[in-house]
């Protein structure tokens, strides 16, 4: 008699392993440990095999039945169902070994020790947010460019057309990973030059007149926030260093009796550690606020944790406040003043501000920046710019 649900159900482990049958070499296995095993008996080439298909009640004695269907229908076309399967499985964990998200994963691993934190940081979120759940699952061999794209359009959709041309760079170095490593014959990257529209070039707003830097300058002398934000906007125009780097400032790279903030390389866009002389002015800031955060790992926590630095818009939601106009200063835009106003208008020599923005500089022999590189005509400098800028402050608005 054919098994039945009813059957299976009431039946009980018993000190042997007992079998159920039900047709065409279906049975179910039932152990002593109450285990219920669907078993499905075969002949293959003269010799008699098992081919297991799950337990019950996960799979169902409808669902039994219909895997010893595929299997008989398997017989019949002289395939053997085991090695049917075995093929699946290997096939199965080959797509898997050979998917996108994976290769991405081990493109990732060979490259980030040698990228700066941060950038690495932001290329495996770009990956994870915006091309694993939409193509992450596929063999890297098998996209095409028409399938890239479609992502792609789904991130410049969201108005984020640059991020889209960067994750469209990141494709294709991936893209080209697996073809040297033979899980790809061709990268399709290349099929898609031009198909996202050109990002406009946009830079960071920024005041290099000395007369409106004088009108910035009093403006945050007079900001009245918090007195982390205060302290990080105050010193932000003194050592112009990037508002990743400022926000970002750890007690333990700071030096304030040497006068010196040391950046390690790991936080620096180039690599490359940085030392940035701080003048009396930006010691006196940092001596200010360290009874407040001294204590903690960051000089400019954030406001709901002190374990995180202060937010990305910090500083640039302050000069909103301000009244500071989007288009009229930005966070990044103290270094084009600092940059600007030192060449231009207190005659410093060029490399001296480009080795102090942190810039790729190399010498007549071709050596790259060093962060020692001219460091007491820097530190000079530094405070030239920080009476500079106290003079600025004190001119009256209407001068």
Request: one cysteine or more; aromatic letters at 6%.
């Amino acid at each position: 008699m054919p098994l039945t649900d009813t059957t299976i159900r009431n039946t009980k482990p018993g000190d042997k392993p007992a079998k159920l049958f039900d047709e065409r070499g279906l049975f179910l296995l039932v152990t002593p440990g109450g285990g219920k095993w669907w078993r499905f008996k075969y002949r293959f080439e003269g010799k008699e095999k098992l081919l297991s298909l799950g337990t019950y009640p996960d799979v169902t004695l409808k669902d039994a039945r219909e895997r010893r269907d595929n299997a008989r229908k398997l017989l019949v076309d002289g395939i053997d169902p085991s090695h049917s399967r075995k093929a699946s499985k290997s096939m199965r964990l080959e797509q898997v070994a050979n998917s996108f998200e994976l290769v991405s994963r081990e493109w990732y691993e060979k490259h980030s020790p040698n990228w700066v934190e941060a950038h690495g940081s932001r290329i495996i979120r770009r990956l994870e947010r915006d091309i694993f759940p939409h193509i992450g699952s596929k063999p890297v061999g098998d996209i095409t460019a028409p399938d890239l794209l479609q992502v792609l359009r789904k991130i410049e959709a969201r108005g984020a057309l640059e991020t889209a041309h960067r994750a469209l760079g990141n494709c294709g170095q991936v893209f080209r990973y697996a073809v040297a490593t033979g899980r790809a014959v061709r990268d399709p990257t290349g099929d898609l030059r031009g198909a996202l529209p050109p990002v406009k070039g946009e830079h960071f707003a920024a005041v290099t007149e000395p007369a409106q830097a004088a009108q910035i300058l009093r403006a945050i002398a007079k900001y009245q926030g918090s007195a982390v934000v205060s302290c990080a906007l105050r010193l932000a125009p003194l050592v112009f260093v990037r508002p990743g780097e400022l926000r970002g400032a750890e007690w333990a790279e700071i030096d304030l009796d040497a006068a010196e903030w040391r950046i390690p390389g790991a936080r620096m866009k180039l690599g490359i550690d940085h030392i940035v002389p701080l003048s009396a002015q930006a010691t006196a800031i940092l001596r200010e606020i360290q009874p407040l955060t001294g204590a903690g790992r960051y000089v400019f926590p954030s406001a709901r944790t002190s374990t995180r630095p202060m937010s990305d818009n910090a500083i640039l939601a302050a000069l909103r406040r301000m009244g500071i106009a989007k288009e009229e200063m930005s966070g990044h835009g103290f270094r084009a003043m600092a940059r600007t106003i030192l060449d231009e208008v207190m005659g410093v020599r060029p490399d001296l501000i480009e080795h102090q923005l942190a810039h790729a500089v190399r010498d007549a022999n071709g050596r790259a920046y060093n962060r020692t590189a001219h460091l007491p005509a820097r530190r000079e400098m530094m405070q030239q710019w920080a009476d500079y800028l106290d003079q600025l402050r004190a001119i009256k608005a209407n001068n």
